[in-house]
């Protein structure tokens, strides 16, 4: 079995160097990264838990095909139900053991949204019946919203459920080819329920998409139910282990109960009525759309610390022909590949924390009847899902580039890491899709205010007036505040000027659908600007807000200039257009950008240090805390089931006859 626990015995000597000289402390960092000795403390246990446990550590993943992969992807999961079960559920440790383990299973959206689903949507009656069966595993339910034809749109999904007063039932249907279910993840084999989101009809009237908690699969010998149509959706990349599966229904009768009726009430002779927002439907999606920025902050943080980690102890090329071999993290083309990354990873980590409390404050306040604020966490969600996923898959491939061929590897576990990144690019909604709800929200933003309405929040700036630039002095990038102000003008000025064309078609005449369909690649743009914008005031008020060190504070506000200074140079176009920069601070910018990068040199390995990944956690043969890469990427090759005999068994089938009549010619 291959193993990331001790190869070697010692640290390797590079990197034991760039700890020693770190300016900043990598306990000050960790404290403050997991906000109590006592959390550092327990996320060690779970850490040795996870490194004791055979089907946690999951040595030989990488050399496992797709079914071994399904079936050690089972037993893992039932090992997290049994940690979650054992700690009472205790978020914090159910989310560190996840994250620990990186336990990829094929009923993870069963724990990660299916019963959070439960607990927001369903009635008092049906949590106090289903939670309990859930959470010990005695049913396994997905959550199936995306059909074949349809994905985010959700108002035109196909799959029907439609109430038969008499029998008290619904009768559901999938009535067109391109409605069955089809990606949700433990569908196929696993699941014996279904969260099943479809359009409600009653004598007569459609209601709209509405969730129904549904069986699918016998309780007795798992069977799929009379009517119901299920199987995989075949091979893709990553999730190895989850079966995607399909859904189709042919008449399928459902008792009444299975509605999921907390924001809704259907009586048994068909009387329905709507609770509150419609728009509670959409809860857990958007819950789950922070899960995933979470998800690309910590594909993103493993990536740069292997990537980061291994850039310490590889040696490559002389500046002089009497220098010793430098460390490639001392190439200022490295740094331009590491450095931005690792900003960029602390800035999802300030934008996580701020969008859950974001989502706790609103969902508070959308429990007591107040849904003022709804439309604006679904603007901010979708966005910063498209952004971040986007952005962290472009770091997860970036800095593997970084590492050369070792890089691709799969024993280096950057491959993977990319991969899983890519899926969160279209899970819970396409990109462009997110972007586009978005900046629907903006379109509409603007409108009120020019219809005298006030501006709060996210969209505060695009109701003040910002003027001229703000750089003074070349100084001024790395002062926060004026980097903000350079990224409220841009993302105003975007923003803005893509309202005043849409709405010029509409006042002349034109349709809404024209104009947003001529002019919606520009709405794309100008939401990115504000999205990027979101993150860096995240960031910037984080870090702010942060009490730490002096020494750590300047670190962590190089970082914030850093990525502000890295956002803006790739797109000088638009700032300049907006009037924020002028082209002679271009080289300005420059010169502050080799400046931070130069500050954060002899802190990268401690700033990666900080995250407190164990071995057993990162996997990875190139990043492991020792720095013994290529001791660890040797001893791989051991465990690869293709080195076990001298001679492949290929030979002899294959090449043998070819090479014997070869011998023979000669």
Known sequence: MMSFRNVCTTINSDLQKERDSAIISVEELALFIWGSKERRHRRQEIAAFVDNDPDLRNDNAIYSTNQECYESGLRQGIKVFDFANSCNWKQEDVQDLLQISAASFGFSLHMVLVIPCLNKLASEEQVAELLPLCKKLSIIANYAQTELGHGTYVPNLE??????????????????????????????????????????????????????????????????LKGVELGDIGPKVGLHSTDNGFLRFDNVRYPRNTLMMKHCKLTPDGVYTRIGSAKALYASMVKMRVHIVSGAFDHLAK?????????????????????????????????????????????????????????????????????????????????????????????????????????????????????????????????TVMYLQTGRYLLKEVAAMEDGKSLTGSTEYLDRSIDGSAIQSPNDFQNPAKLLTLFEKRAQWLVMDVARKMYSITEGGGDIETAWNLYSYQLLQSTTAHCELYVLRAFVDGVALSAVSAELKKLFNAMVSLHAIVLLLRNSGEFMQSGAIAAEDIEWAHCQLREILDIIRPNAVALVDGFEYADVTLKSTLGSYDGNAYERVFDATKHNPRNKAKVHPSYYSVLQHRLTNTKARL
Request: proline content about 4%; charged content about 20%; glycine content about 6%.
């Open 303 to 431: 990536s740069v610390t292997i990537a980061t980690r291994y850039s310490a102890v590889r040696r490559q090329c002389t500046m002089t022909t009497s220098e010793v071999e430098k460390q490639v993290i001392d190439y200022q083309t490295q740094k331009m590949k590491l450095f931005p990354w690792l900003a960029y990873t602390y800035a999802l980590y300030f934008l996580v924390r701020q969008l859950n409390r974001f989502y706790d404050t609103v969902y508070a306040r959308f429990e007591e009847g107040d849904f003022s604020n709804l439309a604006e966490l679904h603007a901010i969600c979708a966005g910063t899902k498209a952004l971040t996923t986007y952005e962290a898959t472009r770091g997860c491939d970036m800095v593997s580039q970084a590492c050369g061929g070792h890089g691709v590897l799969r024993s280096s576990n950057l491959p993977d890491l990319y991969d899983g990144m890519r899926i969160l690019c279209t899970a819970e909604g396409e990109n």
């Open 159 to 224: 799959t029907s459920a439609t109430y038969d007063s008499a029998t008290e039932e619904f009768v559901m249907n999938s009535p067109t080819f391109t409605s069955m279910k089809f990606w949700p993840g433990g569908l196929a084999f696993t699941s014996t329920h279904s969260i099943v989101m479809a359009q409600l009809w009653v004598k007569g009237q459609c209601h709209g998409p509405h969730l129904f908690f549904v069986p699918i699969r016998s309780l007795k010998d798992h069977q799929p």
